[in-house]
């Protein structure tokens, strides 16, 4: 017989929610103590601005539109199927001129807090005000 921690673990979806800044639901959720396994969420941005620092790495994954991404002076673009990462420590800035929606997934923590940095609803027409140049995902 199987013993427990060889069984799949099934995490039921929940709705998407937003109390300040873009829509998001945790797959497997973080815990304040930190974690040795990876974590994930679902984010969803409509024309929105979202900056933060993370002491893990953070991965995403465009599942649908389209996502910018700046960290370290450097700004990528990411469409559907591309994945971005953000290193550990570094002030990510992520961004939806229109609709973006991706699985986030973060790297192991020792459960030092992450900072969120800034909130922004961007004009529904443009790119984030003053962007950098821009390079595409490969």
Not at 25 to 38: A, H, Q
Not at 58 to 64: H, Q, R, T
Not at 82 to 104: C, F, I, Q, S, T
Request: net charge neutral; hydrophobic share 35%.
């Amino acid at each position: 017989m199987a013993e427990a921690r060889d069984a799949p673990t099934k995490f039921v979806r929940t709705a998407l929610s937003a109390e300040e800044g873009p829509r998001c639901r945790s797959i497997v959720p973080t815990v304040p103590e930190g974690w040795s396994e990876p974590v994930l969420s679902e984010w969803e941005l409509t024309a929105e601005s979202w900056t933060d620092q993370h002491p893990h790495s953070e991965y995403n994954f465009v599942i649908e539109g389209e996502l910018f991404v700046e960290a370290g002076g450097v700004t990528v673009e990411a469409r559907s199927g591309d994945v971005v990462r953000v290193p550990a420590g570094a002030v990510g800035r992520y961004w939806a001129p229109k609709y973006a929606r991706l699985l986030a997934i973060y790297g192991p923590s020792s459960g030092e807090p992450s900072r969120r940095l800034a909130y922004e609803r961007l004009q529904p027409a443009g790119h984030a005000p003053g962007g950098p140049r821009v390079r595409r995902a490969r």
